[in-house]
T-cell receptor, first 110, second 114 residues
Framework: GDSVTQMEGPVTLSEEAFLTINCTYTATGYPSLFWYVQYPGEGLQLLLK?????DKGSNKGFEATYRKETTSFHLEKGSVQVSDSAVYFC?????????FGQGTILTVHP | NAGVTQTPKFQVLKTGQSMTLQCAQDMNHEYMSWYRQDPGMGLRLIHYSVGAGITDQGEVPNGYNVSRSTTEDFPLRLLSAAPSQTSVYFC?????????????FGPGTRLTVL
């Protein structure tokens, strides 16, 4: 079946540091890939999305590239801010059903 | 445009009680789903629906029941609550095409079963 594996957390960074959160997936067919973000006490919000190989999703300074050859969708940001502190989920969508990774807690200190 | 709404926000039940979590969306989405979120386990799919009158089981369906009589509403019923069902529950909706398959989530219901 489909599965998503995210790097273990939590991740703690200083403001303006570079962020990478690794995500790999296993799926049949050609899934869409997503990064969702969850701020404390809130539901999940879409951060970015890619629907086919070599697509790059980007939003709010975050980027991720759909790499079919390595089955990966790593999240990156060049300079994190305190306001980026949240839980980040990688997910794939296959025939409408979302499969999530376990989530990575990011804490950014001033 | 309210998006996806869920009620209640918080609920405490005793073991064996039943209740219904409400979910509604105003985006005319065909696909609706329920997830539960537990620490360290991400979100797991409970049940989903691809349209009115059509429902199917997800990864963790036991102890839960759903129905979809309208496009807008997708309630989740707990038949006989157990402490293992203590969790945060999220409802989500989306279209079915690749161009519309981004799922939009409600704010969640935090359920405690004593």
């Amino acid at each position: 079946g489909d599965s998503v594996t995210q790097m273990e957390g939590p991740v703690t960074l200083s403001e303006e540091a570079f962020l990478t959160i690794n995500c790999t997936y296993t799926a049949t067919g050609y899934p869409s890939l997503f990064w969702y973000v969850q701020y404390p006490g809130e539901g999940l919000q879409l951060l970015l999305k890619a629907t086919k190989a070599d697509d790059k999703g980007s939003n709010k300074g975050f980027e991720a590239t759909y790499r079919k050859e390595t089955t990966s969708f790593h999240l990156e940001k060049g300079s994190v801010q305190v306001s980026d502190s949240a839980v980040y989920f990688c997910a794939l969508s296959s025939y409408g059903k979302l499969t999530f990774g376990q989530g990575t807690i990011l804490t950014v200190h001033p | 445009n309210a998006g996806v709404t869920q009620t209640p926000k918080f609920q405490v039940l005793k073991t064996g009680q039943s209740m219904t979590l409400q979910c509604a969306q105003d985006m005319n989405h065909e696909y609706m789903s329920w997830y539960r979120q537990d620490p360290g386990m991400g979100l797991r799919l409970i049940h989903y629906s691809v349209g009115a009158g059509i429902t199917d089981q997800g990864e963790v369906p036991n102890g839960y029941n759903v129905s979809r009589s309208t496009t807008e509403d997708f309630p989740l019923r707990l038949l006989s609550a157990a402490p293992s069902q203590t969790s945060v529950y999220f409802c989500a909706s989306s279209g079915l095409a690749v161009s519309t398959d981004t799922q939009y989530f409600g704010p969640g219901t935090r359920l405690t079963v004593l």
